[in-house]
């Protein structure tokens, strides 16, 4: 499994970073450079039916080597990296044998990976680290599952003996703005189920997911000079500042874990005359999330009571819902996939996504995709990093679900 490691670090070097607000799809031409490269290494592997299509996504497909009915599979991970932290010029390091002390990433800057301030680190000592140099994410998120599917790919290819059914494979674009799933061919894939390997540290296995929304709020103020501004001012920032203060306190990304939800102010901008805030609203449980765009809209229309209508603009998107619902069903394919966990001695780690993935979506779209780890820590940021004998495991794990799908 040691190709994986040497795919990785070949696909983190190509920037594919996608960008937010971008009415094209792609967002970034750039993402096409990695497709490009997976579709000939697929075609090399002597993958069938591979392809790029114009909007970026790669497919192929491994036909069933065995007469015995089984399920089209799918594994599917995402080629693009998030707009956070800049993924060009990606300057990796492999810290061997990682001693449990600190990582220096970065003699000029000094910036370290400290146990300290990330305790994880410490269940790899002994391990083989990747890390970043400390000025760019690193990419695991999610081209370590690019890569674990593919060197998963290539062993079976490499091992006919291996019986098993149709495996289809898929390499998404923009994933990390949301929009992932917009374009993707799930009648082409031929796929009956499938999971996403776009996960955290090994042995997370995810069919919980926020329901999520966006929210744009303009505020519209009139700007008077001060001296004079007794009584027509509208100052926008101070409105937007008074909407914030009508959210609860406690529901932001800060206080909150596990099924709770949030507002979160992403960002803000403006100055009297107009200021814009952005939030992404989240919420496991379908009610809360409905409620929790309810009370925006209030917040709203209180402030536009306040201080004249239009005064303040509340545009609410739904993004993506809790797959939950569309993987109940199936429950089938988490509980192969944590057989094939205890089997390689893997802690099955079922647990709730902070977050979603092209699986939600595709779980919608009538392809039933649960989420498996890829190993990765500290996604979106200088910090990450991802243990090699992690992703090694992955690769087995995938191996194995594949031979327990056959087994059914």
Do not use: W
């Amino acid at each position: 499994m040691a190709d994986v490691t040497e795919r990785f670090l070949r696909y983190v070097a190509v920037d594919t970073q996608s960008e937010d607000e971008q009415e094209a799809f792609l967002s970034t031409e750039k993402q096409k450079n990695l497709g490009r490269m997976l579709k000939e290494e697929l075609e090399a592997l002597g993958v069938s039916d591979v392809r790029m299509d114009d909007y970026g996504y790669v497919y192929g497909c491994l036909p069933a080597n065995t007469e015995k009915k089984v399920p089209a599979m799918g594994f599917i991970s995402h080629m693009d990296t998030a707009p956070a932290a800049s993924g060009a010029n990606i300057h990796t390091q492999i810290v061997k044998n990682y001693d449990g002390g600190v990582i220096r990433l970065n003699e000029v800057s000094g910036e370290t990976l400290d146990p300290k301030e990330y305790p994880e680190l410490l269940n790899y000592t002994g391990q083989d680290l990747i890390t970043t140099d400390g000025t760019t994410l690193l990419g695991a998120d999610d081209k370590a599952g690019v890569a674990e599917i593919m060197s998963m790919v290539a062993y079976l290819q490499s091992h006919p003996e291996i019986s098993h059914g149709k495996i289809c494979v898929a390499f998404t674009p923009d994933e990390e703005v949301g929009r992932g799933a917009d374009f993707f061919d799930v009648k082409g894939f031929g796929a009956d189920v499938a999971y996403t390997v776009d996960g955290g540290a090994l042995g997370e296995l995810e069919y919980e997911n926020f329901n999520a929304a966006g929210a744009k709020v303009t505020i519209h103020g009139i700007s008077i000079h001060p001296g004079s501004a007794r009584g027509a001012m509208k100052n926008a920032i101070l409105i937007g500042m008074e909407f914030q203060s009508l959210l609860p306190v406690y529901e932001n990304p800060a206080c909150t874990d596990g099924y709770e939800g949030f507002f979160h102010l992403d960002s803000i901008s403006g100055d009297v005359e107009e200021t814009v805030m952005k939030y992404i609203i989240r919420d496991h449980d379908r009610e809360k999330f409905e409620a929790k765009k309810e009370l925006m809209k209030e917040a709203a229309e209180f402030l536009n009571k306040k201080y004249g209508k239009r005064t303040v603009e509340a545009d609410i998107q739904d993004s993506y819902y809790n797959m939950k619902a569309k993987i109940e069903p199936h429950m089938e394919l988490i509980e192969i996939a944590s057989e094939a966990m205890k089997k390689l001695a893997i802690e099955p780690k079922v647990c709730p996504i902070r977050g979603g993935t092209d699986g939600a979506r595709l779980s919608f779209m009538g392809l039933p995709c649960p989420n498996l780890c890829t190993g990765g820590h500290n996604f979106h940021g200088r910090y990450e990093y991802v243990p090699v004998q992690s992703m090694e495991k992955i690769v087995l794990l995938l191996l194995e679900i594949v031979q327990k799908f056959t087994e059914m």
